[in-house]
């Protein structure tokens, strides 16, 4: 059931801002990072990935940053709209093993 | 593009039933497929693996009796809910990898409420 008192961080920003949105992970054996979304009341969506052989990998309107030496991982939306709503959870494994999530950031875009 | 489907989508049962939720790969072949569970305002948590034609890995603190995971076929897995409480209710997703390529997708999830 839930969890009484627990609140997901909020980034708030202005559609047409940059967003950055920060992760922390945690086991320093992870080789593969992926960004996902998630509207409420549905499955996670890819939205981008990395492997720990990179430090930067750009897609449409994101680009992923990897530092492997402070275990931190960010995800930059350019120009951010109102259907980037959403909560942003980053994941790491070790090849082909299950995918461990963080503990998510709250999207929030003003129009 | 490649789907994986879950059924229901939303169940709503009296304690002490059980109840069944399929996680089916549409367009690929998965020999292994996860099962997460997610309370409100929290992350996805990893539940089990589950690997077709044998038993399904579980992590610790998730009871293998009280969560049945079955991988009968390459496209099919099922989570069955046993004697289901309100502390179960839940949001269940689970993903499937794809034999042929590595990639990873997700289901849409399935609401448990438990009354």
């Known amino acids: 059931g839930e969890s009484v008192g627990l609140h997901l961080p909020t980034l708030s920003v202005q559609e047409g801002d940059n967003s950055i949105i920060n992760c922390a992970y945690s086991?320093?054996?992870?080789?593969?990072f992926i960004w996902y979304k998630q509207e409420s009341g549905k499955g996670p969506q890819f939205i981008i990935d990395i492997r720990s052989n990179m430090d930067k990998r750009q897609g449409q309107r994101v680009t992923v940053l990897l530092n492997k030496t402070v275990k931190h991982l960010s995800l930059q939306i350019a120009a951010t709209q109102p259907g980037d709503s959403a909560v942003y959870f980053c994941?790491?494994?070790?090849?082909?093993?299950?995918?461990?999530f963080g503990s998510g950031t709250r999207l929030q875009v003003q129009p | 593009g490649a789907v994986v489907s879950q059924h229901p989508s939303r169940v709503i049962c009296k304690s002490g039933t059980s109840v069944k939720i399929e996680c089916r790969s549409l367009?690929?072949?998965?020999?292994?497929m996860f099962w997460y569970r997610q309370f409100p305002k929290q992350s996805l948590m990893l539940m089990a693996t589950s690997n077709e034609g044998s038993k399904a890995t579980y992590e610790q603190g998730v009871e293998k009796d009280k969560f049945l995971i079955n991988h009968a076929s390459l496209t099919l897995s099922t989570l069955t809910v046993t004697s289901a409480h309100p502390e179960d209710s839940s949001f269940y997703i689970c993903s499937a990898i794809s034999t042929g390529t590595g990639e990873l997708f997700f289901g849409e999830g399935s609401r448990l409420t438990v009354l």
């Open positions: 994941a790491e494994n070790i090849s082909g093993g299950a995918l461990t």
């Open positions: 367009d690929f072949q998965a020999t292994t």
């Open positions: 086991n320093s054996a992870s080789d593969y």
